[in-house]
C-alpha cells in the first residue's frame, strides 16, 4: 500500500504566497511521476501541475509563472509554490502519483486533499 498526505493549506489574502507539501509513503518500487490536482464542488478534478521521474514538468495554462512544482527525490516528497494567489486558485488541491509498488505494478494514488482559500 501507498499513501500519500498533503500539508501546507489555509487561507491567504490575493498576491500572497502557500507552499504545499506531499509526502509519498509505504511499498514504493519507483515512482513515475508526481503532481497536483484541483477541484471545486461540481467540477472535474483539473490538473495543476506534474513532474515526471526525468524532472520533466507540465503546468496549466492559469497558473505558468506562478506556481512552481519541485522533488526532493530522497525523501519521497513533491511541492507546490504557489505564488502571486488570486481568488480563482481557490480550491481543494489534491496530490497525485503514478507509483510502482513492485517492478511489475503501478497505479494511480491520491492524497486526501487540502483546501486553499484566496480570500481578503
Known amino acids: 500500500q501507498v499513501q500519500l498526505v498533503e500539508s501546507g493549506g489555509g487561507l491567504v489574502q490575493p498576491g500572497g504566497s502557500l507552499r504545499l507539501s506531499c509526502a509519498a509513503s509505504?511499498?514504493?518500487?519507483?515512482?513515475?511521476?508526481m503532481g497536483w490536482y484541483r477541484q471545486s464542488p461540481g467540477t472535474q478534478r483539473e490538473l495543476v501541475a506534474t513532474?515526471?521521474?526525468?524532472?520533466?514538468?507540465d503546468y496549466a495554462n492559469s497558473v505558468k509563472g506562478r506556481f512552481i512544482i519541485s522533488r526532493d527525490n530522497a525523501r519521497n516528497m513533491v511541492y507546490l509554490q504557489m505564488n502571486s494567489l488570486k481568488p480563482e486558485d481557490t480550491d481543494v488541491y489534491y496530490c497525485h502519483g503514478r507509483i510502482y509498488s513492485a517492478f511489475n505494478r503501478w497505479d494511480d494514488y491520491w492524497g486526501q486533499g487540502t483546501q486553499v482559500t484566496v480570500s481578503s
Open positions: 513532474l515526471n521521474s526525468g524532472g520533466g514538468t
Open positions: 509505504g511499498s514504493i518500487f519507483s515512482i513515475v511521476a
